[in-house]
């Protein structure tokens, strides 16, 4: 089944404490973002990938890695995690980075729940 | 800059009447639109777009959405809604001349429809 998984679903832990959310997609893949979404924020890009080896930054990128040395990884590492990272984070993937393209619609995985105290 | 905004935190709707959800845009070059939906506990599936072409686009589980340019609008329409259509809907826009595939979101609105 073509899908993004991501791990864990939830998380709690500590200010500081540095933690990695992992991504996969088994659908070979070019494009790669991780997004958080808060209530009334809508969703909020922090980093996305066009292939391996190349990563950029989104609008919320502060406090946030990435790294894409496989094409179907996009793990997102939080160094020293912070209570206003608090969210619910998604990964997606596509086809083709360009918006215009047939293959641009995003897939989504389920979402890791996120609670840093 | 690329913005979405959706002037409706929640839309009530009876099974069986017509369902819209609002979403207008704003682009400094050509407007590249979508509409995603979210289930409870689950990420956003893709449900239309709009590249160019036709102004009614038609997507999945019955849904379509008018694009109309003069009024930089891109409404989410449903002739008769389900229970099932209950969910949460972002509308969402990517500038022609953005780089990266970015997606602006709207903050969503969610839908209730009653029995």
């Known amino acids: 089944e073509a899908q993004v998984t991501q791990n864990p679903r939830y998380l709690i832990t500590v200010t500081g404490k540095k933690l990695t959310v992992t991504c996969s997609q088994n659908?070979?893949?070019?494009?790669m973002s991780w997004y958080r979404q808060d209530p009334g924020l809508g969703l909020r890009q922090i980093y996305y990938?066009?292939?391996?080896?190349?990563?950029d930054k989104g609008d919320v990128p502060e406090g946030y890695k990435v790294s894409r040395k496989e094409k179907r990884n996009f793990p997102l590492i939080l160094e020293s995690p912070s209570p206003n990272q608090t969210s619910l984070y998604f990964c997606a993937s596509s086809l083709s980075y360009q918006p215009s393209s047939y293959n641009s619609p995003l897939h989504f995985g389920n979402g890791t729940r996120l609670t840093v105290t | 800059a690329q913005s979405v905004a959706q002037p409706e935190d929640q839309v009530n709707v009876a099974e069986g009447n017509p369902l819209t959800v609002k979403c207008t845009y704003s682009?400094?070059?050509?407007?590249?639109l979508f509409w995603y939906v979210q289930y409870p506990n689950r990420g956003l599936q893709f449900l239309l777009k709009?590249?160019?072409?036709?102004?009614l686009v038609k997507g999945s589980y019955g849904f379509e959405a008018e694009f109309n340019k003069s009024q930089t609008s891109f409404h989410l329409k449903k002739p008769s809604a389900l229970v099932s259509d209950s969910a949460l809907y972002f509308c969402?826009?990517?500038?022609?001349?953005?780089?990266?595939?970015?997606?602006?979101f709207g903050g969503g609105t969610r839908v209730l429809v009653k029995p």
């Open positions: 990938s066009m292939n391996v080896e190349v990563t």
């Open positions: 969402a826009v990517s500038d022609s001349r953005a780089a990266g595939n970015k997606l602006t």
């Open positions: 682009v400094s070059g050509n407007p590249y």
């Open positions: 709009y590249i160019t072409g036709d102004n």
């Open positions: 659908m070979n893949h070019e494009y």
